[in-house]
């Protein structure tokens, strides 16, 4: 199987710059620097390339909208705030990788002729932090940040930005809120980040994975990286693989590989060969699948949707029968109301409230109504919101329900209990 | 308290505490003022100028939240919104050791619920505590991105990944 990301991964000195450079490296931002910026856009473009953060929207046609030839600064941020739960794929590729991220960054920063970056770093990550730093410096030292990049007479700062714990920074208006250096709440769409975003001027926010793609495109040709993947979802993608696996990973695989083959042949199967219950596809925000319908489908965008879930950022949750699902929807409702940022009523209230119900469900003191006064805060926050985030709890609350309400009604208490009190 | 009294006391705690001329250590104080030049702006050094801070002192305190707010040229109200927002600035000292045990999906998953009643019962304390004697304190956080090696504990920035509760509190027992 083609590696776009990992061709490279556990070679000798793959974190160094010398050891980047015997690989091929750099040799992507040359060919870029010697195209135009609109030539570089259009290879992304034709690669099919989709944001690997979780949104997945076209990576080329994103840097297409920034204004050409204004006044204002553009800026370029890469989201590096990995804090989707199930998902540890930027992580690995900063720690082994991070000349080849930062090249990625460096080719889009040209394309979009951004004059500064800000590489935005979750503030629990160390090694990845130190390694970006040394990176940054090293590629300072060589010439290859700072002004007239390669006789490009294209100049570029970089700044590695350090977040302080806060799940909604990873949104991108969120991250640039924090950039700017205020708490970090998302803004409303439109204006759109490419037109004004940070500071008020251009602003392109792409995650790490996206970025460490685009050298491999440049060298090889988006052409190249079309084909592979399927028709719809191109190239290739890291999932990390956590919970009820005998090999838990992050693993780099085609577009459209087999659910099955990822567990059973990348993974080693089920953990302990206990069987599995339920397989949530793309981070936690994105809808539960039971077990025998996800290991039916590919991993690709549509296939995914079509079988009810999201590939999101591709961080696959395994969930062994002997879970409570009620106990794991618990878990990730507190953490939803915990990061909610607080400026939308329905997410706010609505997490918080989603949140203790859930617990004391949980706990078997729910109270009659419960679930259906859940189902209503999942509807009602939907989409009534600034961002994403208090969808990204409805979906776990809709889907735990439609594949596992049984488990939920289970620890409800009887009507004779609950008369007796 | 008579109403001058109140006037007074008002006044004492509002006295500008630059006279105390709170200072980085120099390399911190050279770090931002590089920092100061690039950035767009002095407001976008906040959170570097906090992280600083908390480097230097272990937390962030009142003091220090009025020297970033006079550094970045903000209201200190907007310091102290930005300090409360997120979760990794301390609004009290730490301790030596800050204990970080996932609690979120994939680590309980794997057993996070054991490590966390290990590494409890070990240092004594619950979550968001400090020991009395300041060497360690303990947090419950949400996923620090290790899932895959679930169960991980992070202490202070070092991350402690496939743990069993024996492990956690070897690692404990093994700070000095």
């Known amino acids: 199987m083609t590696k776009v990301l990992f061709e490279h991964r556990g070679k000798a000195d793959i974190e160094t710059f010398d050891g980047w450079k015997a690989a091929g490296g750099f040799s992507a931002l040359e060919k870029a620097l010697k195209m135009t910026p609109e030539e570089v856009i259009e290879e992304v473009k ?99 940040i700072g002004k007239n990049v390669l006789g490009s007479g294209w100049d570029i700062d970089f700044g590695v930005h350090r977040g302080a714990g806060a799940y909604v920074c990873g949104e991108e208006t969120g991250l640039i809120s924090s950039v700017e250096g205020k708490q970090g709440q998302p803004k409303l769409k439109p204006p759109f980040p490419a037109l004004e975003g940070a500071f008020g001027c251009p602003t392109i926010v792409n995650n790490v994975e996206s970025l460490a ?43 459209g590989y087999p659910m099955a083959d990822l567990i059973n042949k990348e993974c080693g199967g089920a953990l302990n060969g206990i069987g599995l219950k339920a397989i949530i596809p793309g981070g936690s925000s994105v809808p539960v699948m039971p077990a025998d319908v996800a290991m039916k489908t590919n991993l690709d965008y549509e296939s995914v949707q079509e ?22 929807l618990d878990i990730l409702g507190r953490f939803y109301a915990h990061e909610s940022c607080g400026q939308c009523t329905p997410c706010r209230e609505g997490t918080g409230w989603g949140a203790r119900i859930l617990h004391r469900v949980h706990e078997g003191r729910g109270e009659q109504q419960d679930l259906e006064t859940l189902d209503r805060i999942a509807r009602f926050m939907s989409g009534t919101t600034i961002c994403f985030l208090a969808s990204s709890m409805s ?15 289970a620890l409800m208490p009887t009507i004779d209990a609950v008369a007796g009190d | 308290m008579s109403q001058d009294d109140h006037i007074q006391a008002a006044n004492a705690d509002d006295s500008p505490v630059t006279e105390k001329t709170l200072r980085l250590s120099p390399e911190r104080e050279a770090y931002i003022d590089d920092l100061q030049k690039r950035y767009p702006t002095k407001l ?52 030596k050791y800050h204990v970080q045990v996932c609690r979120n999906i994939s680590c309980h998953l794997r057993g996070a619920p054991g490590i966390i009643e290990a590494v409890e019962k070990k240092l004594g304390l619950e979550h968001k505590c400090v020991s009395a004697d300041g060497k360690f304190s303990l947090e419950h956080v949400e996923c620090l991105a290790g899932c895959s090696w679930a169960p991980v504990m992070q202490i202070n920035r070092t991350l402690h990944e496939e743990l069993t509760p024996e492990q956690a509190v070897r690692i404990l027992d093994e700070l000095e």
């Open chain 1, 46 to 144: 034709s690669s099919g390339l989709r944001g690997r953060g979780g949104a997945g929207f076209p990576t080329g046609v994103k840097w297409g909208f920034v204004p050409k030839g204004g006044e204002k600064p553009v800026y370029l941020c890469i989201n590096a705030d990995e804090s989707e739960p199930g998902t540890c794929k930027d992580r690995v590729l900063m720690e082994e990788l991070p000349f080849m991220c930062l090249e990625g960054a460096l080719i889009a920063a040209y394309a979009i002729q951004a004059k500064m970056a800000f590489w935005y770093i979750r503030g629990e990550f160390d090694l990845s932090e130190r390694r970006m730093r040394q990176a940054v410096e090293v590629l300072r030292e060589k010439g290859l």
């Open chain 1, 213 to 255: 793609a685009v050298p491999w495109i440049v060298n090889h040709g988006g052409s190249k990286y079309s084909a592979l993947g399927t028709e719809k979802s191109k190239g290739t993608k890291l999932f990390s693989v956590s919970g009820a696996v005998n090999k838990p990973g992050v693993y780099e695989v085609e577009m």
């Open chain 1, 307 to 328: 079988a009810g879930s999201l590939l999101g950022s591709g961080g696959v949750i395994v969930i062994d029968e002997n879970q409570s699902m009620p106990e794991l």
């Open chain 1, 395 to 409: 979906m776990p609350i809709q889907s735990f329900f439609k594949h596992f309400k049984h488990e939920f009604e």
């Open chain 2, 44 to 95: 976008a050094t906040l959170l570097p100028v906090l992280w600083a801070i908390q480097e230097q002192t272990g937390w962030v305190s009142k003091e220090w939240m009025e020297y970033a707010a006079q550094r970045c040229e903000c209201p200190a109200s907007h310091v102290l919104g930005v300090v409360t927002f997120y979760t990794m600035y301390h609004q009290k000292p730490a301790g």
